[in-house]
Nanobody, 122 residues
Framework: QVQLVESGGGSVQTGGSLRLSCAAS????????MGWFRQAPGEERKFVAT????????YYTDPVKGRFTISRDNDKNMMFLQMSSLKPEDTAVYYC???????????????WGQGTQVTVSS
């Protein structure tokens, strides 16, 4: 089992940048596909980006393509989400997640962090 802790959220203005981090416990981090999901007020939690076990393949939801970059460091049990050109519609609680399945199976992520708030003001 893996435990996940997010950090790096905060408040920024439109066009700003933030970098989210996810620290994972355990010795088998590299055996998990990892991902970022977000939940805006009144909405369901949605997939943002995922990354394969090795970090060589990534998958993004269309609204963040070209603005967000997901990455991971398996030596340090860490995952990151670099967010640029932020928009008010990016405002949400962002969750780190892990899965033993493929990084493309976004409905199969079943380990979750507690979430970190990102607020983008216009």
């Amino acid at each position: 089992q893996v435990q996940l802790v997010e950090s790096g959220g905060g408040s920024v203005q439109t066009g700003g940048s933030l970098r989210l981090s996810c620290a994972a416990s355990g010795r088998t981090f590299s055996s998990y596909a990892m991902g970022w999901f977000r939940q805006a007020p009144g909405e369901e939690r949605k997939f943002v980006a995922t990354i394969s076990f090795s970090g060589t393949r990534t998958y993004y939801t269309d609204p963040v393509k070209g603005r967000f970059t997901i990455s991971r460091d398996n030596d340090k049990n860490m995952m990151f989400l670099q967010m640029s050109s932020l928009k008010p519609e990016d405002t949400a609680v962002y969750y780190c997640a892990a899965s033993k399945g493929s990084y493309t199976w976004v409905d199969e992520f079943d380990y979750w962090g507690q979430g970190t708030q990102v607020t983008v003001s216009s």
